[in-house]
Each structure stands twice: as structure tokens, then as C-alpha cells.
């Protein structure tokens, strides 16, 4: 129980940060009491993108040591990044419906997070296409760092897409970022939340996956 | 990498200092389905984690088992 | 002077162990006959030895005038015959030959490779596509192929896998040539092949 | 000892010229059995003419237009790249080749044969294209300086892909399936330049495309021959 604390922590934090979500945060004009889907969209869209991150330089290690710890690491983070893209997917599409009127709308953070949902399944799809572990790992992390070196291109080619389309007040360098104190107490203490969380779930997960490999090693 | 979270930060943010003529957004039940759906995504999520944990802790103890005889 | 070290190879795929301590080491002038059953590991071995797969642990190493490589680094030296190495079925014998030498950095020697054809009873069909060319011929391209730079180290797996007895004849007057001054590498388990490796390594006891 | 130097000995002029080599050796498999280029070009023109005959007489707007180009590119790309490497697989010659050369020439060499694959389908696609759905291009220097970059850059991903899909079971659908995310800051730009030449832009009209386009394909290129080595030896 001991070395659990920090979960017991987390659970309390996230608590708290739900109840502020709600209770201690005012709404943001023009988006009414869904400004409140903020402190949960927002979070796991970041985990989306930091398990991608991570799972990218697992990839790089594995092939710099071949050592099959750094798939599983990597695999595991992938899978968890996987399903938080979806959770972000759903709500924002939600959330979009509420404030745009449609589920879907091709805005530049929809089709950022879409791509990313591609290249997640692409590397699931790749490594059930694969027998042999070594291989399956070599070829992973070989996707994996490719679709990372993509994704900064993205960052110039999705927001030129649909502006012409959208005219998209959203991104502009003349607007100053604003935002009431408390919602950004809520706002960055949610996502610490979740960042813990993610860790949280890929020790779990990788814990898993060692087992399994302990397992298979004695057979 | 952190672009895309980037931008999902500017996009709300942006969203918040637009001027809105229409009232959209006082629906309590969209904040309410999304809050539902991140805790109910990451508790199935666990769920399904920690029953993998068990089978595979039951297999290495069984085998465990089997080594000692 | 060539030497090649193996130390501790093992291999797996996924979690079936192929072998594991197979250890030997070789230099110019000596030979080394692989046996062992059907699926004991023998191709793999052979594999791992040119470099063409990498052993799950352990380390093979070649040392050429003082200096050491990996078996991917010293392609330049090897030479092999083996069932899974195919020659390229639309392209013409000559076409093969030509190819293969070029890629090879040796110069096209028209002679030469005339003369190693002959040597292999293939004179003639040198202009035939080599889809035309039955099991046995195939398998005499390949040692014209894999002579063609005049290898340091030659291995062999099933050396005459498809050859009638006048090709198996050529075959082993040609490991007999290479087994005197270079690296020779058999995997087989015919008696009478054995016979060239001076060493032995048995695959199937070591796991 | 008559150890040959080169045997053990290689520098970027000896990889250039491997790389050549195996060009030439593929080019000549190809020339024997048009199987790719066969595969690629039917596509093309049956993907193109079911278009033209689907619209009719009506005549589509430049985006669309653009559009249509690349998403039919695309998909021909998918249909015949990857043979490539597949080819070598299903042969088993993929094994000797990995005795006979390094694998940057190797890699560079089908990248070579790719990228010509794709040209020889464009100078057939391109003015059926114009006739059939009755394209009319103002800026021609630009929308072929698209074109060719856009193919290049559709190409590098492709080969890459190609040798990661060669060792996979599913071939057919994976490829598409792996190339697809990768591809898309290739056709987004590739798609707003063609658009922007169609209506009569220059070369400094489309110079953001360009100049994505061109530094795309040099970072995927680089990351492809640094990572192949890892795809190439099992």
C-alpha cells in the first residue's frame, strides 16, 4: 500500500479537479456551460499526442539496442495513445456538434487528430501483419519513427487546408491568449491528472506485456 | 508533436474570445456525456487491463507451480 | 588470412529455440561441415554465418588482415549456394551472370564466365531465359554465381540438392579446390559430404 | 592472399554506381514482364475514364479538378509500387540480392525505378487527363514542377513502405493502409499547388507547396536510407 500512495493521490486530485471543473470555473462566453469540456477533451487529446511522442522514442531505442523491452514499451504506449485519440475524437465531435452546429467539420485540430488516429491504426494494422517478434518490433518502430518525422509537416499543410473554407478565427497571432485564472488552475491541473494517469496505465500495461513474455520464455 | 495539443489549446481559446451572436453551448448534458464518456473510456480501459493482469499473474503462478513438482 | 569466430550463437524464432551454443572458429585452409536433421537448424545457421540473419545472442565475427567485421560488412567475401537463394528467372543466364557481376565490382570477363559455364555443363544455354532451365541446371547456375568473384568463403547448403551424379562429380571436385587455401562451409547430411568439413558442428545437440 | 580491395571497400561513388546497377537490372525485369507498369497505368485510365464518363459534359471546378488528379495518382501509385519489392520476395531472390550489395544502393536503386514507374504513368495520364475532363491549365510551369515534385515525394514514401510491406503477410491492403497517413502532407500540397497552376498561378504562386513538397521528400528520403538498413536486414 505503501508505494500505492500516488495513486490514492491521483484519484483525490482528479476529484478535485472534476468537482472545480464544475463548481469553481465560470463558463467562457459564447460556449456556454460546454466550456466545462474543456478540462476533459483537452487532456486526452495531449496524452493522444504524448503517447505517440513516446511510443516514437521507444522506437528509436529499439533500434539502437534491439532489445525487445523497448517494443513492448513502445507498443504499450501506442495502444494506450490509441485509445485516447478515440476518447478525444468522440468528445471533440461531440463538443463540435454543440458549438458548430456538425459532428464533423474537417477543422484543422479534426483532421490533426484524424491523421493521428490513421497512423495509430496503420502501426496496429502493421504489426498483426507480422509473425516473427523481432521482425514485428523492427518494422513497428521503423512506421513508428517515420509517421514522427510526417507529423511536424502536418503542422504546415493542415492549417493552410480549410482556412479558405472555414475562415478560422482560432489561430491568430493577434489575438492575445487569454484566460480567467481559475479556468487555467482547472485547465493545467486536469491535464497533470491525466499525465499521471497515462503513466499510470502504461506501467500496468507494460507490466502486463513482461509477464507474458516471462511466460512464453519458460515454455 | 505538441502542435496538435497546441492547437486544440488556441482553438478553444480562440473560441472563447470569439464574439457569439447565437446562444450555443448552455447544454449541461453535452458537458455531462463528455465528462461520462473520458471516465467511462478510461475505466473500461482498465478494467480490461487489469483482467489481462490477472490471467497472465494465474499463468505464471500455475506454472510456477508446475516447476515445483 | 580470413578467420571467423563464432561464440555462443543462439537463435530463436519467436519463442522456439532454434540452437544455442554453437561455437567454432575457422580460418583459411580449414573447412566446417554443419549436420543434422530436417529442421534442426542447419539453413539457419548458414544464414547467420553469411550474415543474412542476425543470431539472437551470441556474436560472429570476421577477421580479415587484422581488422574485424560483422558477416553484413564482408558480403564482398562470401560466396553461397543454397535452396532459398534464387537467381532471377526472367532474366537470361547471361544476363544473370552479368548482373550479378557487376553488382559485384568484378569486370565482365566474357571468357572466364564462358569457361565456368562449360565447367558446370551449362555451355550453350547461355542466351535461355532461366525459367527454361530444369531443377538441376538451376542449381549448377547458382555455384557459377556464387564463383563468379571468386569467393574467400564459400558455403554451401545441400550441396547437391537436384544434381545428377556427373554434377554432383563437379561439385565435389570444386569443394575439394576451395577446401585448400580458403574457408569451406557444408551444411548437409550425406555421408559422403561430411566427409569435406574437417570440423564438425552437429545442430541438434546443441540446445 | 589476393584478397580484392573492393570486395570490402565502399564509398558513395561505388553505392552510385550499385545503385545504377540495380536500376538497370530491375528496369529490365520490368521491360521483360510490364507487370507493374501494366497494373499502374490500366488503373490510371480506368479510374480516369470512369470519372470523365461519370460527369458527363459538365465541366469541374479547379479544386475538384486538382483533386481528382492526385487522388488518382495516388491509388495507381498504390497499385503498382510496392512490386517493387515484392517482387524479390515472392521470387526469393531477395536473399541473394542482400548478398551482392548494400542495402543503401539497393534502396536507392528502387527508389530510382519508382520514381521513373510514376513519370512513365504521368506522361500517359497527364494529357488524357486534360483532354478528358477538359482541364485547362494556365500556369504549365508550375503545375508541372508540381507534378514532378509531388511524384518524387509519392515515390520516396512508397519505396520505404514497399520493403516494410514486403515482409508482411498482407500485402495488398496494408501498403495503401501504411502509405495513406504518411502521404498527406505529399497530396494536400500537391493538390493546393496543381490548383493554384490550374488557374493560372506561377512558380512564386505555389512557392509554399514547392518548397514543403521539395523539403518533404528530402527528410522522408534521408529517414528512409538511414531506417532501411533496419527493414533490409532481418
Known amino acids: ?19 472545480g471543473a464544475f463548481l469553481y470555473t465560470p463558463v467562457a462566453k459564447g460556449l456556454g456551460q460546454t466550456t466545462r469540456v474543456l478540462y476533459f477533451h483537452v487532456p486526452s487529446a495531449w496524452v493522444a499526442t504524448l503517447s505517440f511522442f513516446i511510443s516514437a522514442l521507444y522506437s528509436i531505442r529499439y533500434l539502437q539496442k534491439q532489445n525487445i523491452v523497448y517494443d513492448i514499451w ?24 454543440e458549438i458548430w452546429q456538425s459532428y464533423w467539420n474537417w477543422d484543422p485540430r479534426e483532421t490533426s487528430i484524424f491523421v ?23 518494422l513497428a518502430a521503423v512506421y513508428s519513427i517515420l509517421a514522427f518525422v510526417t507529423v511536424p509537416f502536418l503542422v504546415f499543410v493542415i492549417p493552410r487546408i480549410y482556412d479558405s473554407l472555414h475562415p478560422d478565427p482560432l489561430i491568430n497571432p493577434e489575438r492575445k491568449i487569454k484566460m480567467d485564472p481559475r479556468m487555467l488552475q482547472v485547465f ?21 506485456e513482461f509477464l507474458k513474455l516471462k511466460l512464453s520464455k519458460r515454455m | 508533436m505538441w502542435h496538435i495539443i497546441g492547437m486544440y489549446m488556441l482553438n478553444v481559446l480562440g473560441m472563447l474570445m470569439q464574439p457569439e451572436t447565437k446562444p450555443v453551448g448552455q447544454n449541461i448534458y453535452v458537458v455531462l456525456a463528455v465528462t461520462l464518456i473520458v471516465w467511462l473510456g478510461v475505466f473500461f480501459f482498465l478494467i480490461y487491463l487489469d483482467r489481462q493482469l490477472k490471467q497472465v499473474k494465474q499463468k505464471v503462478e500455475w506454472q510456477e507451480g508446475e516447476e515445483k513438482k | 588470412m580470413i578467420r571467423i569466430e563464432a561464440r555462443d550463437l543462439q537463435k530463436q524464432f519467436n519463442d522456439r529455440l532454434i540452437f544455442s551454443q554453437i561455437n567454432f572458429s575457422l580460418q583459411s585452409g580449414e573447412s566446417l561441415a554443419i549436420t543434422g536433421p530436417n529442421g534442426s537448424g542447419k539453413t539457419t545457421l548458414v544464414r547467420i554465418i553469411s ?6 545472442s551470441g556474436q560472429i565475427t570476421y577477421h580479415i588482415n587484422g581488422r574485424t567485421y560483422a558477416p553484413h560488412e564482408v558480403y564482398g567475401v562470401i560466396g553461397l549456394v543454397g535452396p532459398y537463394l534464387q537467381l532471377y528467372l526472367n532474366l537470361t543466364a547471361w544476363e544473370n551472370l552479368e548482373f550479378f557481376s557487376r553488382i559485384r565490382g568484378v569486370p565482365v570477363d566474357k571468357s ?3 569457361r565456368l559455364m562449360a565447367h558446370f555443363g551449362l555451355a550453350g544455354r547461355e542466351l535461355d531465359l532461366l525459367k527454361t532451365f530444369s531443377s538441376g541446371m538451376l542449381q549448377r547456375m547458382k555455384y557459377v554465381v556464387a564463383l563468379i568473384h571468386q569467393p574467400e568463403v564459400l558455403l554451401v547448403d545441400e550441396p547437391t540438392s537436384n544434381l545428377d551424379e556427373e554434377g554432383s562429380e563437379t561439385v565435389y571436385q570444386l569443394l575439394e579446390e576451395q577446401q585448400k587455401d580458403k574457408i569451406l562451409i557444408v551444411a548437409t547430411n550425406e ?7 574437417r570440423k564438425r558442428v552437429d545442430v541438434t545437440g546443441q540446445k | 592472399m589476393n584478397l580484392r580491395k573492393s570486395a570490402l571497400e565502399e564509398n558513395v561513388w561505388t553505392l552510385l554506381v550499385k545503385s545504377n546497377i540495380i536500376f538497370q ?5 520490368e521491360f521483360r514482364t510490364r507487370y507493374a507498369i501494366n497494373a499502374i497505368i490500366l488503373f490510371a485510365v480506368i479510374s480516369l475514364t470512369a470519372v470523365s464518363f461519370s460527369i458527363g459534359p459538365m465541366q469541374l471546378d479547379p479544386p475538384i479538378q486538382s483533386a481528382m488528379l492526385w487522388i488518382i495518382i495516388f491509388f495507381s501509385a498504390m497499385s503498382g509500387l510496392a512490386h517493387i519489392f515484392v517482387r524479390e520476395e515472392e521470387q526469393q531472390t531477395s536473399d541473394t540480392l542482400r548478398l551482392v550489395a548494400p542495402p543503401t544502393a539497393i534502396f536507392l536503386g528502387k527508389w530510382v525505378f519508382n520514381v521513373v514507374l510514376l513519370f512513365s504513368l504521368e506522361i500517359i495520364v497527364i494529357p488524357l487527363y486534360i483532354a478528358l475532363l477538359n482541364v485547362d491549365v494556365q500556369g504549365m510551369g508550375a503545375f508541372l514542377t508540381i507534378i514532378i515534385l509531388g511524384s518524387v515525394g509519392l515515390a520516396s514514401i512508397g519505396t520505404i513502405m514497399a520493403a516494410i510491406v514486403a515482409q508482411a503477410s498482407t500485402r495488398g491492403a496494408l501498403f495503401a493502409v501504411l502509405s495513406f497517413p504518411l502521404s498527406i502532407p505529399v497530396l494536400r500540397s500537391a493538390i493546393q499547388g496543381t490548383w493554384t497552376a490550374i488557374q493560372g498561378g506561377g512558380l512564386a504562386d505555389c512557392l509554399a507547396d514547392i518548397q514543403l513538397l521539395f523539403s518533404f521528400t528530402v527528410v522522408i528520403l534521408t529517414s528512409s536510407i538511414m531506417l532501411f538498413e533496419f527493414i533490409w536486414r532481418k
Open chain 1, 188 to 208: 493545467l491541473g486536469s491535464l497533470f491528472g491525466f499525465t499521471v494517469l497515462f503513466y499510470w496505465i502504461l506501467r500496468i500495461k507494460t507490466e502486463i
Open chain 3, 191 to 197: 555421408p559422403e559430404e561430411i566427409r569435406f568439413g
Open chain 1, 116 to 138: 493521428l488516429l490513421l497512423i495509430y491504426a496503420a502501426y496496429f494494422a502493421l504489426r498483426s501483419a507480422i509473425e516473427e517478434k523481432n521482425q514485428k518490433a523492427r
Open chain 1, 1 to 19: 500500500m505503501k508505494r500505492d500512495w500516488w495513486k490514492w493521490l491521483l484519484g483525490i486530485w482528479m476529484t478535485v479537479m472534476i468537482l
Open chain 4, 25 to 29: 537490372k530491375d528496369f529490365h525485369l
Open chain 3, 51 to 56: 550474415g543474412l540473419i542476425s543470431p539472437t
Open chain 3, 112 to 114: 572466364r564466365l564462358k
Open chain 1, 74 to 97: 513502445a507498443a504499450s504506449s501506442a495502444q494506450i495513445g490509441f485509445m485516447f485519440t478515440v476518447l478525444a475524437t468522440v468528445t471533440g465531435s461531440i463538443w463540435a456538434k
